[in-house]
């Protein structure tokens, strides 16, 4: 094994995990990191794209890279093949390889020749023999001897077994970095003194703190995500292919524009879920689910040839209800050249009548048109997403709003808003205090909500508007549910100082059941009425 040259602390340790499909380099991948990232499948050939995860590990800095399975006997032109091509540019350029072998099937002859191939690159290499689920069958190493014994360790990703014991000889094949000198390490504690002292100073957050935007790539399959991304990183980082789904993990990019950095996250197409019927699309449109939640800002996808679906319509609706800026893309505009800007917007306000007027471009990733257009768009919902609105100016236009439309009143009472605040931005959430003891009414708040979006020039994202009671004061009760007042100078009929009606007398020899109380008690006695003839049934 050969010895590498020695890595500062700042540096990136890239370390590639390659192999034949279905050895279990994703369960590997998701093993070393210690969270669910990679999808994991029987099926073999699931991983097609890289799929990279950055971690920090005992002062060091390891960028792992899940790839796709190398298949030597794979047809060229096919989809494999170039997963298989792929996968050996991906070992060509890491500092590191862990080649992972399946411990059940043995040792191959593909699996040699990959050996030799990689043993010729000059790059470091640990041979993980993977599936050894207990103990004693740890003789299945003898089949694996041929390629070196001081290069195999026996792993089982799926019960974590191992594990430690591979890290330890991938520390081995990094040397320490070198001791800095002394001005150099006074530099460093200067530095981390400074960066101590501002962390534990108190600061509010900055629109543009140098922080990337996440943005997330969603839509139907086969409309041009994958794509999209291989236009805005400017190289072929995610396969396409015609066939729908090809793209299974989430893949995140991180990229440069103009001076300012972007996470691009490219997903799975999503359909509906009565039409998913494979196990491997379901995983994978979980992976995008949550790929959505973590990102600031989703650009809808759409295909120019058909247009607005009710599939979009719903994955639009998704997204803006879990509070990120949305972004419509209009893909393939080069073969629906008939197909106006002005048709998407007319189907969407038709469609969500509630929603603002959202940013729709038509562009063409296949011909790079319009790409300036969404980087601009991107800025600006990314700009509106992270505002915070200062309070004074907050409570200046809420009172404006309020003079030119008072709220409505509540059973017969007057509604006061007090005042505003900002609670919390990405997105922006507006908390109203006021004198209601309910909800404010939906189109109130709506009408709130499209004042405060045109003064504030928030593009593309929701606005949360809540209304809560102003705590510490005390509230007249509603009119209509007040109890009613005695009047001025009349007694309470019931409490402690309510008057007791007199009684009437008894006398003393008087019987049980008779006088005043008994004859009220008797009724009059009254004639009868004649009983009137019945009518025979009819049979």
């Known amino acids: 094994m050969s010895t590498p040259a020695a890595k500062q602390p700042g540096e990136t340790i890239v370390i590639a995990i390659a192999g034949r499909p279905n050895a279990g380099k994703s369960t590997l991948f998701n093993r070393l990191l210690r969270r669910q990232k990679a999808i994991v499948h029987d099926s073999p050939g699931v991983t097609r794209d ?20 190398i298949e030597e006997q794979s ?51 640990i041979f993980a023999v993977n599936k050894i689920d207990r103990g004693n069958q740890e003789g299945r190493l003898i089949d694996f001897l041929e390629l070196g014994d001081s290069d195999l360790v026996a792993v089982s990703a799926a019960h974590g077994l191992g594990i430690e014991e591979l ?98 996250v490219d997903t799975a197409g999503l359909r509906r879920p009565s039409r998913i ?68 917007h007319e189907t969407i306000a ?56 008072p709220p409505p009143s509540e059973r017969g009472r007057v509604v006061k808003i007090y005042y505003a605040t900002q609670a919390s931005a990405s997105p922006p959430h507006v908390v109203l205090f006021g004198s209601q003891q309910t909800e404010l009414p939906t189109a109130y708040v709506r009408y709130l909500t499209h004042r405060l979006r045109e003064e504030f020039a ?7 508007i809540t209304a809560r009671q102003r705590a510490g004061r005390h509230e007249e ?12 100078g009349a007694k309470p009929r019931t409490g402690p100082k309510a008057k007791p009606k007199p009684r009437a007398p008894v006398k003393a020899n008087a019987k049980p059941g008779s006088g005043p109380a008994r004859k009220a008690k008797l009724k009059p006695k009254t004639t009868p009425a004649p009983a009137r003839a019945r009518k025979p049934r009819a049979r």
């Open 167 to 264: 890290w330890t000889r991938i520390d081995e094949s990094w040397p320490p970095p070198a001791p800095a000198g002394g001005d150099e390490v006074a530099a460093a504690l200067d530095g981390a003194a400074a960066e101590d002292a501002a962390t534990r100073a108190p600061s509010r957050p900055v629109p543009d703190s140098g922080e990337p935007a996440r943005i997330a790539l969603v839509g139907r399959p086969n409309v041009g995500k994958s794509s999209l991304l291989n236009r805005l990183v400017g190289f072929e980082r995610s396969l396409v292919d015609a066939t729908p789904g090809t793209t299974r993990d989430s893949i995140d990019v991180e990229i440069e524009h103009a001076g300012k950095r972007y996470v691009v």
């Open 277 to 344: 019927a494979e196990t491997i699309e379901s995983y994978a449109a979980s992976a995008s689910l949550r790929a959505l939640t973590r990102a600031e800002v989703t650009i809808l996808v759409l295909d120019a040839k058909i247009g607005v679906t009710d599939q979009d319509l719903r994955l639009a609706d998704l997204a803006w209800r879990r509070g990120r800026g949305l972004i419509i893309a209009v893909n393939k505009a080069d073969l629906a050249p008939n197909l106006a800007t002005e048709q998407c």
């Open 50 to 69: 890289e799929n990279r995860a950055v971690l920090e590990r005992e002062g060091r800095r390891y960028e792992i890279v899940d790839t796709g399975g």
């Open 75 to 125: 047809e060229a032109g096919l989809l494999a093949a170039r997963v298989h091509t792929r996968s050996l540019a991906t070992i060509g350029r890491a500092d590191q390889i862990v080649y992972v072998l399946d411990g059940r099937a043995g040792l191959s002859p593909a699996d040699v020749a990959v050996a030799a191939r990689i043993r010729a690159l000059g790059v470091p290499a």
């Open 458 to 464: 928030l593009v593309g994202i929701p606005l949360k």
């Open 350 to 405: 038709k469609r969500l009548p509630q929603w603002p007027p959202l940013p729709v471009l038509r562009l063409s990733a296949l011909e790079g048109t319009g790409m300036r257009g969404l980087f601009a768009a991107i800025d600006t919902v990314i700009a509106s997403y992270r505002r915070r609105v200062p309070t004074a100016r907050l409570n200046d236009v809420l009172r404006a709003a309020i003079e030119a439309h």
């Open 477 to 488: 009760p509603i009119p209509s549910a007040a109890p009613a007042r005695p009047r001025s």
